[in-house]
């Protein structure tokens, strides 16, 4: 006879564990139940459960402060265990805690899957049902004929190409999407392709919805899982060792490519930012930014003015740290050094100091 799975659900609302509960119940599956992280790691036994939910914002024991890092604390424990590594852990989250930036953050410490609250519409059934589809494969790693794991080609140990064209996309010539009537997830990896002066753009997730015109309860970022977990599988097959972040990461900032993506659309790569305008020489400021009072400074030294900080002062009418505050930038630039006698004179940087026909009052 064919044993139950068994779930080891670690959560410390109540009101979720009973409604977890119900749909392990419905999936004829067993479970037990823990509300912290003590009691979670005394139910944790090598070969004692099919699978884990776990909400990551939980205590250490009753009555303490609730963080996520409990919960993460958790996930890394079962990870590091060699009879527990691959035991799916599927994350719960919710009451405003869930991201794209904690997606990330779990994906990239071992976890399975994350579905957020409330857990309706079938979502947490589903998350279970592929954990257990791929369980025998230890988390999606593929096996040789005897059952042990193959050396997989690490990710982003190298630049890998991505091509995006209107009906597919393909990764290191694996084709990981196909257009099935859904153009907004290519769209949306056509906006990130972008760069900026620091490397690919970081779009939120609601600001792609809102670029693409995205309405209803159906975001971007489930389009964007979707896609990570079906890269992630087909390059796998190819003996590619793709993370669920590896493609298309998340977090400071929003989604965006990772470094070693070489990412082009229709074959096209994503053109450079434009070089940036000429600056003035390094540390010296554009005569156009400085104010009326530095202008003048400058005169009265080009004139042999001892100009002290008294007279700057007494000559522009404002207190003492606002001249300070005006005076700095030019002492930084070597414009202007104040001298052994106590006043300012010329600094010394060669040439630096602007000719008086240049400096017009503001």
Not at 223 to 244: H, P, Q, S, T, V
């Amino acid at each position: 006879m064919t044993m139950k799975p068994k779930a080891l659900v670690i959560d410390d609302d109540l009101e979720d564990l009973r409604m977890v509960g119900d749909i392990l119940d419905s999936l004829n599956h067993d479970h037990d139940m823990a509300c912290d992280q003590r009691g979670a790691r005394k139910l944790l036994a090598p070969g004692k459960y099919s699978y884990v939910l776990l909400d990551p914002r939980i205590p250490v024991s009753r009555r303490r402060l609730c963080r996520i890092e409990n919960g993460v604390n958790i996930l890394q424990e079962i990870r590091a265990g060699d009879a527990t590594k691959t035991l799916p852990v599927i994350i719960m989250s919710g009451d405003g805690n869930d991201s794209p930036e904690l997606a990330s953050y779990v994906y990239k410490r071992g976890a399975t899957d994350y579905v957020t609250k409330p857990l309706d519409m079938g979502k947490l059934d589903r998350a279970i049902q592929e954990a257990l589809g791929k369980a025998d494969k230890a988390i999606g790693l593929p096996r040789l004929e005897d059952g042990t794991p193959k050396n997989l080609t690490p990710f982003k140990e190298a630049k890998r190409e991505m091509l995006i064209y209107e009906d597919r996309i393909t990764v290191c010539g694996v084709e990981v999407w196909k257009d099935c009537g859904q153009p907004h997830l290519r769209e949306a990896l056509k906006l990130l392709s972008q760069k900026d002066r620091h490397g690919y753009v970081r779009i939120r997730g609601a600001t792609i919805d809102k670029k693409l015109g995205r309405v209803g309860s159906n975001p971007i970022g489930s389009r964007i899982k979707g896609f990570r977990e079906r890269a992630r599988e087909a390059l796998r097959e190819k003996n590619l060792d793709c993370g669920l972040c590896d493609i298309v990461d998340s977090g400071n900032g929003g989604y965006h490519f990772t470094e070693w993506m070489d990412v082009r659309v229709d074959g096209v790569p994503a053109p450079e930012p434009a070089a940036r305008a000429e600056k003035e020489p390094a540390g010296e400021p554009a005569l156009s930014s400085l104010n009326s009072r530095q202008k003048w400074v400058l005169e009265q030294i080009e004139a042999g003015v001892k100009l002290r900080l008294a007279d700057i002062i007494r000559h522009a009418k404002v207190n003492r740290s606002t001249v300070n505050r005006d005076l700095g930038p030019l002492r930084k630039a070597g414009l202007i050094r104040l001298c052994e006698a106590g006043y300012y004179v010329r600094g010394g940087k060669t040439g630096a100091m602007p000719k008086a026909s240049k400096l017009g009052a503001r």
